[in-house]
């Protein structure tokens, strides 16, 4: 009989991207697995010497090597993730853990890709996971197990906060979170030519701003309070802030933001289907 190859690694990584590269990046920082334990897998000669270089673990073009570790994460991009399931099905053996960060991918779509029913977490990370202050949904199939799931949690903790959902709500955590950096930085952005067009030099306006929106969302962490008595704190009758205030609501920001979420939403629902 055949002896099973043993299985060396705790984690393979398929895409040593920008969201790859944070995982294995926290996961040494935590100390949660040794260089000896992650593999990454990734089509690109010149990004395997670059990890390999910086992170000292094995890098490798061969899809086939996933078999030889635990547990296996997915970190390529939507419209490569067929192919690599195609290439990976006869690789991935039972019970082997399968964690996908791919964005728009349902549990079933990956699933659906082998003979059986494997364990399968989904994941939406989040760009700040890049300095490993990310918020990552989580879900999982039914045949992952307890231990898989606290496996799982302990993975996506070394690049910030986790919190665990139904699948049916992570469409609205794509829209909060996933795309929600991008609402800051369009945010920032705005603001930043506001501070401008009022006469205030680049730089100065830069530290205004940023300075402003870090001392922020500091004092609505330390306080505890909730932003609308923050914000109550802040806006004097008949003050400046008040007179800006009445801009957004009368241009109805609120209503506008709502709009654009629940937009993002329904087109994760879409894709979804594709």
Known sequence: MKKKREKKYELCLIGAGNMGEAIISGLLAKKLFSKKGIMAIDVSMSRRKQIKKKYG????????????????LL????????GVLREIRNHVQK??????????????????AFPFLPPVVRVMPNTPALVRQGVSGVCFNKKVTSRQKKEATRI?????????FKEKAMNAVTAVSGSG??????FLEAYLQAAKGLGLHE?????????????????????????EGLRKKVTSKGGT?????????????RDIFKQA??????????LNKM
Not at 243 to 252: G, N, T, V
Not at 263 to 268: F, I, L, M
Request: glycine residues 6%; proline residues 3%; aromatic residues 6%.
């Open 181 to 186: 950096p991008a609402y800051v930085f369009y």
């Open 75 to 82: 970190a390529v991009k939507p419209q490569d993730i067929k």
């Open 241 to 253: 802030t008040e007179a800006a205030l009445k801009i957004f609501d009368k241009k109805k920001f």
């Open 156 to 164: 996506m903790k070394s690049i910030g906060q986790v919190i665990i």
């Open 203 to 227: 730089k100065d306006a830069e530290v205004l701003v940023t300075g402003t929106i870090r001392g922020a969302l500091a004092l609505l962490l330390q306080s505890g309070e909730a932003p």
């Open 57 to 72: 673990i094995t890098c490798t073009e061969k899809l086939s090597f996933c078999r030889q570790s635990k547990r296996v």
């Open 95 to 112: 019970g082997q853990l399968i964690i996908s960060i791919v964005a728009g991918k349902t549990l079933q779509s990956i699933e659906k």
């Open 261 to 270: 979420v629940k937009a993002a939403e329904k087109r994760g629902r879409e």
